[in-house]
């Protein structure tokens, strides 16, 4: 077992030179010098993911009240195990961030990782908004922990569970890379049959105000991704043996079983069911997720088909992507860092 070790905290011997700075195993000082990063990409994520603040509570759920109670049946049980679902996702991202951090030696990285903690704990409060406005409180509760009674649901959170829990008990660098990769996955992956579903309740037209949380969440989501992602080609340049075919191959693996897991639950959460959406619908449209996340690393395709978006998909990203035009970060931060009214049209 390679060992891995726990940056510094007060370290006046560290590394001034930001040459010397690596995502790990580096001897970094902690200070924060934003004229002075290696990786360049930092500034464009940090004023994105700050443009991106929102309040949860700033998005009225009204319309959701009325529109919950008259939910069809399956719509109304996927809207539950699916919010079950992110609420466990984001709570134990919040939780674990942190973990990470404590091994990367990049701290305008680690500066990325605290906005998105905060961020995941914005999420969480959302979902708590969500619940104690539309749901009765013994629903409310049933929906909080339906991730730990639901057999589907406990078995999906295993997979990610058990990494993360691998990383607390085996710091290695073997075992950072899986739990980055398991983020990478959970960021690019897991969310999105539950994004999907939402976005199809928006097409028809059904709970806005829980739509319009989830397309700020998946915003900030779109920029955890990229965080990830860069976290990993850095490394991919600067640990080249932790890239090794067969470690590629683990990687593959891994996002591969992310997928089938994704897909399974989407069959059991959404299925035949909910009008607008098949199980078809939803393979497809993760095959297609988990070889675009693969090629993004630079990896091979995991799957034959759908190297390119479903054509029956193409909708989800009017939802997801509303915001591309925010990639003039300075533009958009007038817009974006705005109150109330202005948010909803800002999406
Ligand atoms: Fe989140
Ligand atoms: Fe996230």
């Known amino acids: 077992m390679d060992s891995l070790k726990k940056r510094p905290l007060f370290n006046p011997k560290g590394d001034v030179d930001v040459q010397r ?50 939910l069809p049946l399956p719509e109304r049980r996927a809207y539950d195990k699916i919010l079950s679902f992110l609420i466990f996702l984001d709570s134990i991202q919040t939780a ?26 914005v999420h969480s409060q959302s979902y708590s908004y969500m619940l104690d406005t539309i749901c009765e409180p013994q629903e409310r509760n049933a929906v909080l922990y339906q991730w730990k009674e639901d057999e589907h649901l406990l078995k999906r959170n295993e997979f990610i569970g058990n990494l993360y829990n691998e990383f ?39 709970m806005p105000g829980s739509v319009q949380e989830i397309r ?8 955890h991704l990229w965080l990830f992602r860069n976290i990993l080609l850095e490394l991919k340049k ?25 897909i399974k639950w989407g069959h059991y959460a959404i299925g035949d069911n909910v009008q607008g959406l098949s199980k078809d619908m939803i393979t497809d449209y993760i095959q297609y997720l988990g070889n675009l996340r693969c090629s993004n690393l630079g990896f091979a395709p995991i799957y034959e088909e759908h190297i390119s978006e479903p054509d ?36």
């Open 21 to 70: 700075r690596k995502i790990i195993g580096g001897n970094t000082t902690n200070l924060n010098d934003f004229n002075n990063m290696k990786y360049g990409w930092v500034s464009d994520w940090y004023r994105q993911a700050m443009n991106n603040f929102w309040i949860p509570e700033e998005i009225n759920l009204g319309v959701d009240i009325k529109d919950y109670k008259n």
């Open 96 to 121: 674990n961030l942190p973990n990470i951090s404590e091994y990367i030696t990049a701290n305008e990285v680690n500066l990325c990782l605290s906005i998105q903690a905060f961020q995941e704990a």
């Open 168 to 206: 607390q008990e085996e710091k290695s660098t073997r075992m950072l890379v899986n739990t980055i990769v398991a983020n990478y996955i959970l960021e690019g992956i897991y969310f999105y049959s539950g994004f999907m579903f939402f976005y199809n309740l928006g097409r028809n037209r059904l």
């Open 216 to 223: 700020y969440i998946n915003r900030d989501e779109n920029t």
């Open 238 to 262: 600067e640990e080249p043996e932790l890239f090794r075919e067969e470690d590629v191959n683990r990687y593959r693996r891994m996002i591969k079983e992310g997928c089938e897991q994704e």
């Open 312 to 347: 029956s998909m193409k909708w989800v990203s009017q939802y997801s992507n509303a915001n591309q035009i925010k990639t003039d970060f300075f533009e958009a931060r007038s817009t974006a860092y705005a109150k109330s009214s202005a948010l909803v049209d800002d999406l």
